[in-house]
């Protein structure tokens, strides 16, 4: 087995020739003995795999690559697995199979609805995760269109040329207001990469050492809300604890 570190942070193994071989698996978990021990048996099994400590790490991940299947943890630090499984859900057509310690009957509905192909409860058994991804290819083959990264699910969201409209996925736009306006130049000027909350308050006010930054927050969740209520997509902006605002999609 052969392990690289890639540009990005992340743990990228080579694949071998296995049950498993031609599938792209991304493993998202904090844990990382269990991380080592999913990536080393997934890699022996013939999958190409990467390991990411986060969902912004794999956010991250999704504006250059493409993977075929997510193994998400839920007690992810930051943005839980939970909700990284609805953006994905909406942002890309990807397998996901949801990892977690919660076994109940509404937690795992509570997965499923979020998007969840597969739920599966720790302590984990390889040999079912094995299973669960052999599955999921099946369905995957038989029935869905060709994975799109966040990188070509972007173009969908644009700006018009004067910035004064937001395009989404659907065909319904979204007429903004100056701060939104530019708010939102300000992340797709960013490429993907966060804007710091200093930086957006410079941007949509002229006197930002008198801005209360809580005004922020309640800027970027009224957006999302009438960006919902205009086009129903989901506005892809996340928060980033103690760095700001991505957006990711």
């Known amino acids: 087995m052969t392990a690289d570190q890639d540009n990005r942070g992340s743990v990228v193994l080579s694949a071998a020739h296995g049950e498993l071989g031609g599938l792209t698996v991304w493993v998202v978990e904090d844990d990382p003995e269990l991380l080592a021990l999913m990536l080393d048996d997934l890699q022996w099994r013939g999958a190409a795999v990467r390991g990411l400590g986060s969902a912004e790490?794999?956010?991250?991940a999704l504006l250059h690559d493409r993977c075929d299947i997510v193994v998400l943890d839920v007690g992810l630090p930051g943005e839980d697995g939970y909700t990284v499984a609805s953006h994905l859900?909406?942002?890309?057509d990807i397998g996901i199979v949801m990892l977690t310690g919660r076994g109940s009957p509404h937690d795992m509905a509570h997965g499923l609805t979020q998007g969840a192909d597969v739920y599966l409860v720790k302590p984990l058994d390889?040999?079912?995760l094995a299973a669960g991804l052999l599955s999921l290819r099946r369905r995957l083959s038989a029935g869905r269109p060709a994975v799109q990264t966040v990188t070509e699910v972007q173009r969908a969201w644009q700006l018009s040329a004067d910035g004064w409209t937001l395009q989404s996925p659907t065909p319904h736009t979204?007429?903004?207001?100056?701060?939104?306006r530019a708010a939102l130049q300000a992340l797709f000027d960013a490429a993907g990469e966060p804007v710091t909350r200093e930086r957006l308050i410079e941007c949509i006010t002229d006197t930002p050492w008198d801005f209360d930054?809580?005004?922020?927050?309640v800027l970027v969740h009224r957006l999302r809300a009438r960006v919902r209520a205009a086009t129903g997509a989901e506005l892809p902006i996340r928060a980033l604890r103690g760095q700001g605002y991505l957006l990711t999609a």
């Not at 790490?57 to 991250?60: C, D, K, S």
């Not at 859900?89 to 890309?92: M, V």
């Not at 979204?174 to 939104?180: D, G």
């Not at 930054?213 to 927050?217: I, S």
């Open 89 to 92: 859900r909406q942002a890309a």
């Open 126 to 128: 390889l040999d079912v």
């Open 174 to 180: 979204l007429a903004l207001t100056a701060m939104e």
């Open 57 to 60: 790490a794999l956010y991250r």
């Open 213 to 217: 930054p809580h005004r922020l927050d």
